[in-house]
């Protein structure tokens, strides 16, 4: 059914150390509800839209000076070659999964000007800031700053979307300006004699993993690019910068803690400093330990996650709550006006979805399921062309979406998390198949030697009903593992309209039995709408709670809900820890009331309820506040409850009991 899927370059980075396999968003059709129409709009609305702003500050221009051997006149910040590469990944990525002539164009047109750029530049090297501006400065030489330059975070991006364009379209284009780049590093860095330079902003790492991936999937490509590609250059390229944070032996530290470059990764424990720098290392090393298959890294890489997970995440799936530096706080620091950057909550998306392939363990995606349907939708509006960088929980009317910053980061960190959904709805091994998100959608694999098409329809996340239609191409005997979310209390599981028997595993209720072409699996969460209690060390959230249904939080804004008169709004950080009486108390046992309303931004549940002055409140989903006018916004809210020290291994939120 999806012939385009046979391409053999369509396959999907996997690399050889995964406990579970990932499928290809190209194998993968969304026809949901809730996600089809956002992805319409990334695909129609904002890859134009970043596109179009990019070009409008100059960031194109930038190759064709450089192509042009022009000095000085780079625009914008110096990572803005970093951030085109980033929107070329993501908009390949919609090329694969959905298709887009125009778009395909736009991008030849790009990659165009960018492979001009290298050609000009002779050795395989390409930073335009660098070029125009800093001539003499390459990697931070004759007293340059590769924190500020990002030399090495730039080339990262390149290769990244060089990979996921070939992997797209099947074009070298930009697979050989990549190529070419890492090759000139791989020459360059290194244990003596080479150069001991590692990334001062990470994500090179994982991109240079890619390109290993393919050199080891593809080594007829190099007879193609008519260029040297060895994959085991490019591993030991990413192993090395792994290995030699901490080591500034011929090198000046990237501000220590700032950019983790304090000590070996090996060695670290803590998640800290720049949010963004550290998921996107600890996706990084996740990846080397699913190259290698290396224990040491993979240690690692839970420890931090945990670290994040457990102590420092906000309830949005958020992280990076300090302003300063952008960067992680303290454990349980986690205030409601957090900075919490959009590129730090998918940065940590993609940290989890490593550690699913390398584990098959539910709570990373968990994890995933609360930033995608929670934090990062709240980075774009629904109309699909104003971003937040920052994403608070609470606004005093102040904080809302921008067109564009001086510092566009976030859109294209969206424009390539959002179209990974369809290869993070399924997954599999040689024993069955996993059902991780509940989007209607259709995707197709082999296990072992069955071909196997899986189908779910379902309203989800407004209801709980899924069903899955359970398609081998002949009878087989295998395991249909479902997610059962971490928020979910109550379901009940069926085939073919009989109680199913399953166990649970990882996570996972475990459907394992022979499987005919027309079984049907029903799943049913329990939806109910449950106060979340923060753990007791979060001093900010004490006698407070926020109102979660399924996999969405939701939040009051003052469009629907006036704030009191004369009421302090609880934005300013100093006033975080002051006894600020709170703009709305909950009785101790709300009752709520839910409501679909589908004139509402496209289709939403609200949820009704009283404070405890009997005074309505009408709660909606957070990604969807700042959509309709300026104004408030709470998250937490006033409730009285005792502070419960027990029962919290692996848990920063839970619901309160309610009997
Ligand atoms: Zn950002």
Redesign the pocket.
Do not use: G, I, R
């Given at each position: 059914m999806f012939s385009h899927t046979t391409r053999a370059h369509m396959r999907p980075t996997t690399y050889k150390h995964q406990a579970v396999l990932n499928l290809p968003v190209a194998s993968v059709r969304i026809d949901d509800a809730f996600w089809a129409p956002k992805l319409e709009v990334l695909q129609r609305v904002t890859a134009h839209d970043v596109l179009n702003k990019f070009e409008h500050d100059g960031a194109l221009r930038n190759f064709d000076f450089a192509a042009e051997g022009s000095g000085g006149y780079h625009s914008g910040e110096p990572w803005f070659d970093g951030l085109v590469y980033e929107t070329i990944r993501g908009i390949s990525d919609l090329l694969a999964a959905r298709g887009d002539e125009a778009l395909d164009l736009r991008l030849d047109g790009i990659i165009a000007k960018i492979a001009r750029a290298q050609d000009a530049v002779g050795d395989g090297y390409l930073n335009t800031y660098t070029l125009l501006d800093r001539p003499d400065q390459r990697w931070a030489d004759n007293g340059g700053n590769l924190r500020w330059q990002h030399d090495v975070y730039n080339a990262g991006c390149l290769i990244e979307a060089g990979v996921h364009h070939y992997r797209a379209t099947g074009k070298t284009s930009l697979l050989a300006v990549a190529v070419k780049f890492a090759n000139h590093m791989s020459g360059l860095m290194g244990p003596p004699p080479k150069r001991n330079i590692v990334p001062a902003h990470s994500l090179p790492e994982e991109a240079v993993l890619k390109l290993h991936q393919l050199a080891l999937d593809e080594p007829g490509l190099a007879a193609k690019l008519k260029l040297p590609f060895e994959a085991a250059d490019y591993l030991a390229l990413a192993s090395f910068w792994i290995h030699n944070r901490g080591n500034h032996e011929g090198r000046v530290s990237h501000d220590g803690e700032y950019a983790q470059d304090h000590k070996p990764v090996l060695e670290q424990d803590e998640a800290v400093g720049h949010a963004?720098r550290a998921t996107l290392l600890y996706a990084g090393l996740t990846a080397l330990y699913l190259s290698t298959g290396e224990a040491a890294y993979l240690g690692t890489a839970k420890t931090l996650w945990d670290d994040i997970a457990y102590r420092k995440s906000h309830i949005t799936g958020g992280v990076g709550a300090i302003h300063h530096d952008e960067k992680f706080g303290g454990a349980y620091e986690l205030p409601d006006n957090g900075y919490l950057?959009?590129?730090?909550a998918a940065g940590m998306g993609f940290f989890s979805w490593n550690l699913f392939l390398a584990t098959g363990e539910s709570r990373y995606i968990d994890k995933l399921e609360t930033i995608l349907y929670n934090i990062v939708l709240a980075g774009r509006s629904l109309d699909g062309h104003k971003y937040f960088?920052e994403n608070p929980l609470v606004s005093d009317g102040g904080h809302n979406r921008w067109e564009w910053h001086p510092?566009p980061?976030?859109p294209p960190?969206i424009l390539k998390l959002l179209p990974e959904i369809a290869s993070y709805i399924y997954a599999y091994d040689g024993k069955g198949a996993y059902v991780n998100l509940f989007v209607a959608s259709e995707g197709e694999f082999a296990i072992g030697d069955v071909p196997v098409r899986l189908k779910q329809q379902t309203g989800y996340p407004w209801t709980g009903s899924v069903g899955i239609a359970v398609m081998p191409e002949r009878e087989a005997r295998f395991a249909v593992r479902i997610r059962i979310p971490e928020w979910c209390g109550r379901y009940a599981l069926t085939v073919n309209g009989q109680a199913a028997a399953h166990e649970l595993a990882n996570g996972y209720a475990v459907l394992d039995r022979t499987w005919g072409a027309d079984d049907v699996v029903r799943f049913d969460l329990e939806l109910s709408v449950d106060l979340i209690e923060a753990h007791p060390k979060v001093t900010t959230h004490a006698n407070r709670a926020a109102i979660r249904r399924g996999p969405m939080l939701y939040c009051l804004e003052s469009t629907d809900n006036e704030r009191y008169q004369g009421e302090t709004v609880r934005y300013a950080r100093e006033a975080l820890d002051k006894d600020t009486r709170l703009n709305r108390w909950l009785p101790d046992v709300p009752v709520f009331e839910t409501e679909h309303d589908p004139a509402f931004l496209g289709g939403a549940v609200l949820v009704r309820t009283a404070d405890e002055n009997g005074r309505p409140l009408t709660a909606i989903p957070y990604p969807y506040w700042n959509n309709r006018s300026r104004g408030t916004m709470d998250v937490w809210l006033g409730h009285g409850h005792p502070a419960d020290e027990a029962g919290w291994e692996n848990k920063l939120y839970r619901k309160i009991a309610r009997d």
């Open positions: 963004v950057e959009t590129c730090a960088y510092c980061c976030c960190m």
